[in-house]
């Protein structure tokens, strides 16, 4: 019969059960059956738990690790195409992030504004900052005494193609690239 070893199970279990942590496990160079094989050696090796969870929409991606928490927003939710002010939607899905952050943070928040490729380089990355702005001061109203540390990225950075291979638009990537990230430490 054929056991997997303890430090296996353990990972399998607080992936199953949603648990952020990051653990060490010694891994041993043996075979875990009763038959008296020795050990040859024992490795410790660190694992770090990610939990993400995303919106059933698509427009809200949290990533939850040990020390930090970071919360993904597309900006087709918070923005009108090529506009930096708050759409209607915005307020909701930004109390949504409020309430994360008074529960979890611990230290400054960070937030960065993306774009997509379309446009210069210099308007995509004043832009990116007058989102990220414009999401850090609706924060700010809700989170008095919360230290902001606000940058635009511009296109930098792109999680999806803006292209696709052939060279034609790539409206979803492009979507997906259009984004603000709001990071922060975990309280302890």
């Given amino acids: 019969m054929i056991r997997?070893?303890?430090?296996?199970?353990?990972?399998?279990?607080?992936?199953?059960?949603?648990?952020?942590?990051?653990?060490?496990?010694?891994i041993a160079a043996r075979d875990a059956s009763?038959?008296?094989?020795?050990?040859?050696?024992?490795?410790?090796?660190?694992?770090?738990?990610?939990?993400?969870?995303?919106?059933?929409?698509?427009?809200?991606?949290?990533?939850?690790?040990?020390?930090?928490?970071?919360?993904?927003?597309?900006?087709?939710?918070?923005?009108?195409?090529?506009?930096?002010d708050l759409s209607p939607a915005a307020n909701t899905r930004l109390s949504e992030v409020a309430r994360q952050i008074k529960a979890l943070a611990k230290g400054p928040v960070a937030i960065v504004g993306y774009t997509d490729s379309v446009g210069t380089v210099a308007y995509n990355a004043d832009l990116s900052l007058r989102r990220a702005t414009s999401v850090r001061d609706a924060l700010a109203g809700q989170l008095p005494g919360v230290t902001f540390n606000v940058s635009g990225r511009g296109e930098a950075d792109p999680v999806a193609p803006n292209a696709n291979p052939d060279g034609s638009d790539n409206p979803d990537g492009r979507a997906r690239n259009r984004r603000v990230t709001i990071t922060f430490r975990r309280a302890r």
């Fill in 4 to 26: 997997p070893r303890s430090s296996v199970l353990v990972a399998v279990a607080l992936v199953l059960v949603g648990s952020v942590a990051s653990m060490s496990a010694p």
């Fill in 34 to 84: 009763p038959n008296g094989r020795r050990v040859v050696g024992i490795t410790r090796r660190t694992v770090e738990i990610v939990r993400r969870v995303g919106s059933i929409s698509g427009d809200i991606l949290t990533e939850q690790r040990p020390e930090q928490v970071a919360v993904t927003l597309a900006a087709d939710v918070l923005f009108a195409f090529d506009r930096a």
